[in-house]
T-cell receptor, first 116, second 112 residues
Framework: AQKVIQVWSTTSRQEGEKLTLDCSYK???????LFWYKHLLSGEMVLLIR??????AIERSGRYSVVFQKSRKSISLVISTLQPDDSGKYFC?????????????FGKGTSLTVIP | EAAVTQSPRNKVAVTGGKVTLSCNQT?????MYWYRQDTGHGLRLIHY???????EKGDIPDGYKASRPSQENFSLILELATPSQTSVYFC???????????FGKGTRLTVV
């Protein structure tokens, strides 16, 4: 069963707009973390945001923030004031610690093009 | 600075040939992962390891083997490469708490 539900999509926006990327997850574990990564054209996977459900703080990093709804198991990435450099692929990820295992699960990603 | 290095970065292989993708990390992380990324599928876990000598099957292990001879190195082996294994492969490492996972820059493999 899919652990991270991020439907593959491609989208384009104008520079300066705000964008929200949706992601939901499934876990029955107590200990888990959530991540948003960006896949650059260079091949690098860059960590944008890490959200720990055990904290009430909502993570922000520059123009990136999340809308985290723990009860709904949903974490959306918000990118404010889009810039052409924001173009790339964005992935939502879940890390969970189970009995005798721990693993990362990724959503299918969103490909974003920002039009100058 | 944490680093995960993959080699080669690009590889063209023939069908039926053997391919080895290498990954080295200097983070002293216990956990290492191999993923493949295909458009529309995101990153899918092939094999992972909790430490030297251990390998575990991920979600799509068929056609792949893994080897973790040391803390630093984790290899992905395609004994008999097939065109369906054409993809971009990512190696990653993470500490026990996995509060952050570091990725290599990817290997683009084309099987012809």
């Amino acid at each position: 069963a899919q652990k991270v539900i991020q439907v593959w999509s491609t989208t384009s926006r104008q520079e300066g707009e705000k964008l929200t990327l949706d992601c939901s997850y499934k876990t029955s574990q107590v200990l888990y973390h959530l991540f948003w990564y960006k896949h650059l054209l260079s091949g690098e996977m860059v960590l944008l945001i890490r959200q720990m459900p055990s904290t009430i703080a909502i993570e922000r990093s520059g123009r990136y923030s999340v809308v985290f709804q723990k009860s709904r198991k949903s974490i959306s990435l918000v990118i404010s004031t889009l810039q052409p450099d924001d173009s790339g692929k964005y992935f939502c990820a879940l890390w969970e610690l189970g009995t005798g295992y721990q693993n990362f699960y990724f959503g299918k990603g969103t490909s974003l093009t920002v039009i100058p | 600075e944490a680093a995960v290095t993959q080699s080669p970065r690009n590889k063209v292989a023939v069908t039926g040939g053997k391919v080895t993708l290498s990954c080295n990390q200097t983070n002293n992380h216990n956990n290492m992962y191999w993923y493949r990324q295909d458009t529309g599928h995101g990153l899918r876990l092939i094999h992972y390891s909790y430490g030297a000598g251990s390998t575990e099957k991920g979600d799509i292990p068929d056609g792949y083997k893994a080897s973790r001879p040391s803390q630093e190195n984790f290899s992905l082996i395609l004994e008999l490469a097939t065109p369906s294994q054409t993809s971009v492969y990512f190696c990653a490492s993470g500490g026990t708490a996995n509060t952050e996972v570091f990725f290599g820059k990817g290997t683009r493999l084309t099987v012809v």
